[in-house]
């Protein structure tokens, strides 16, 4: 059974201070991570897809990694509008993704 | 371009009763999705679609049902609703398989009393 553990649960900074968001993964093959944005009151939001350990991609003040057991996602000096839950979905083939239960970042300015 | 449409917004149901979500989409995805999210628990899936005709069950589809009649429509049905229902809907679909990335609605918040 695919298993996703985000941390930490919810993540407090300040405007400017860069940090990273955790997302480690148990799959019996790993076809592809997804990381996505939700707003409150929305539907998530696609970001990035990684295929293979030591891919990395890159929008904005966001940069996503993955290695063979998690992915980080590093938000790079954020901004109030950074402020969302991100969540993180595994493929391994067997069925839809399955996604962890997010981590809610607060960014004040 | 509309994307995901699902409707209602929102809804109030009394134990017991049944209603039907309703999800539309306009891009020619094939594949088609039922999650709910509870506070602070994620999204988990309830059933998707292939194709036209085609359903499967998710992690948790027991007192759901779903048809998918047409390319662009796949609603979802609640028999006899439960509070354990009280939950946020999420439709979503993707153009040709399963490993592709997700396009979501807006969401359905569903309050059973």
């Known amino acids: 059974e695919d298993q996703v553990t985000q941390s930490p649960e919810a993540l407090r900074l300040q405007e400017g201070e860069s940090s990273s968001l955790n997302c480690s993964y148990t799959?019996?093959?790993?076809?592809?991570l997804f990381w996505y944005r939700q707003d409150p009151g929305k539907g998530p939001e696609f970001l990035f897809t990684?295929?293979?350990a030591g891919e990395e991609k890159e929008k904005e003040r966001l940069k996503a990694t993955l290695t063979k057991k998690e992915s980080f996602l590093h938000i790079t000096a954020p901004k109030p509008e950074d402020s969302a839950t991100y969540l993180c979905?595994?493929?391994?083939?067997?069925?839809?993704?399955?996604f962890g239960k997010g981590t809610r970042l607060s960014v004040i300015a | 371009n509309a994307g995901v449409t699902q409707t209602p917004k929102f809804r109030i149901l009394k134990i017991g009763q049944s209603m039907t979500l309703q999800c539309t989409q306009d891009?020619?995805?094939?594949?088609m999705y039922w999650y709910r999210q509870d506070p602070g628990m994620g999204l988990k899936l309830i059933y998707y679609?292939?194709?036209?005709?085609?359903?499967d069950k998710g992690e948790v589809p027991n007192g759901y049902n779903v048809s998918r009649s047409t390319t662009e429509d796949f609603p979802l049905r609640l028999e006899l609703a439960a509070p354990s229902q009280t939950s946020v809907y999420f439709c979503?679909?993707?153009?040709?398989?399963?490993?592709?990335?997700?396009?979501f609605g807006s969401g359905t918040q569903l309050s059973v009393l």
């Open positions: 979503a679909s993707s153009y040709q398989g399963l490993g592709e990335k997700l396009f």
């Open positions: 799959v019996s093959g790993l076809r592809g």
């Open positions: 990684l295929y293979s």
């Open positions: 979905a595994v493929y391994s083939g067997n069925t839809p993704l399955v």
């Open positions: 891009m020619n995805h094939n594949y």
């Open positions: 679609s292939v194709g036209a005709g085609i359903t």
